[in-house]
């Protein structure tokens, strides 16, 4: 006669506490996330007790830097609601990410396409830029976010946002592509071309956002070409706008009003203490990078890319490689974006 054993059901609480505790005492986690732990011990016993809404806890907030040791952030907002429930520690690392505390005034505002912009751009930055850029990260209130949603709500959302993009009319009407409906080629061809994301970005592999692929992502773009959108990768919206030459307001009009109307159609997260919701918290806020590319010859022959930087830095600006984050100085062409995301209206990150 054979007994079978059944072993008791693991404790959510104390998985949640052993997570805790492992950021904590474990020198070679550097994150954000495992410093406020280290700074607030006496929240531990709260934080365990804490869930969303949809039901997330701190287990499912910091997963990604509990994966990635070295990760500068160490959390994932898991839905719109994680900014209410785990408010203090996700403020924590805003702050910390922008080196200051907010100001509750410059807070962006739920209004999108009423600021419109009009950049005076002088003679010789129009000589070297050679291309201007926007795009905006937003998510849906009414949908877990990315790294955490399920199979069925990733399918239900990429197809509420497909039928808004389907209304667009004017200079804004395009058509919109499932990835799935895509070969492994074009998809592959569309990646080279900036035109799609991949699913090999160590972090949000370690994140869970790229599960299901490629089931609920899909690209839209205009008809002109000038504004795309990129439907459930880190955020469910990333939405930009591109034009060849040194126009950057026309960018940021066009993209606005593309946000004011799937706002309008399908609602997108704001809060009224940080701004528009991003799945990594030091997006919120604006959740814009505006970019150029510009052309420095000179100043690459003559100057350090250290040094480069710290001006940038000083000025409010990032510099880096054309090909991406994280990619090296190849030739005289740099990336130039605001470095403000957060306490600063949104026709302002320049300043």
Not at 46 to 51: A, H, V
Not at 277 to 291: D, E, F, K
Not at 303 to 327: A, F, V
Request: glycine content about 6%.
């Amino acid at each position: 006669m054979e007994i079978e054993l059944s072993l008791p059901e693991p404790d959510p609480a104390e998985q949640d506490r052993e997570v805790i505790e492992t950021l904590i005492n474990d020198s070679k986690y550097t994150s954000f996330a495992a410093k406020y732990l280290r700074e607030h011990k006496s929240e531990i016993d709260q934080l365990i007790k804490m869930k969303t809404k949809f039901g997330n806890t701190w287990k499912d907030v910091v997963k990604t830097g509990l994966r990635v040791p070295n990760s500068k952030v160490g959390f994932y907002a898991t839905d719109a609601d994680c900014y209410d429930v785990f408010g203090d520690p996700l403020k924590y690392v805003v702050h910390s990410h922008n080196m200051r505390d907010a100001d509750p005034n410059a807070i962006p505002q739920r209004v999108v396409g009423g600021d419109q912009l009009s950049l005076q751009v002088s003679d010789a930055c129009k000589e070297r830029i050679i291309s201007a850029r926007c795009r905006f990260a937003r998510n849906l209130t009414n949908y877990v976010f990315p790294t955490s949603i399920s199979p069925k709500d990733r399918v239900a959302a990429e197809a509420e946002l497909k039928a808004a993009l389907d209304k667009l009319t004017g200079d804004l009407a395009g058509t919109y592509t499932k990835m799935g409906d895509l070969s492994q080629e074009e998809q592959d061809k569309m990646v080279e071309n900036h035109q799609l994301f991949h699913n090999k970005d160590e972090f949000l592999v370690k994140g869970d956002f790229y599960d299901d692929w490629p089931n609920g992502r899909g690209q839209f773009h205009n008809n002109d070409g000038t504004v795309m959108v990129w439907v459930g990768e880190e955020d469910h919206i990333r939405c930009m706008s591109l034009e060849k030459g040194s126009d950057i307001s026309s960018c940021y009009n066009k993209a606005t009003k593309m946000l004011e109307h799937l706002d309008k159609h399908v609602g997108l997260a704001h809060h009224k203490d940080f701004g528009w919701l991003t799945s990594c918290p030091t997006n919120v806020g604006t959740g814009m990078r505006a970019s150029v590319h510009i052309s420095l010859p000179r100043i690459k022959a003559n100057m350090p890319i250290s040094e480069l930087k710290d001006i940038c830095k000083k000025n409010n600006l990032d510099i880096r490689g054309t090909g991406g984050e994280n990619t090296g100085f190849a030739g005289v062409v740099f990336d130039v974006s605001n470095r403000r995301r957060f306490d600063v209206a949104l026709s302002r990150c320049h300043y």
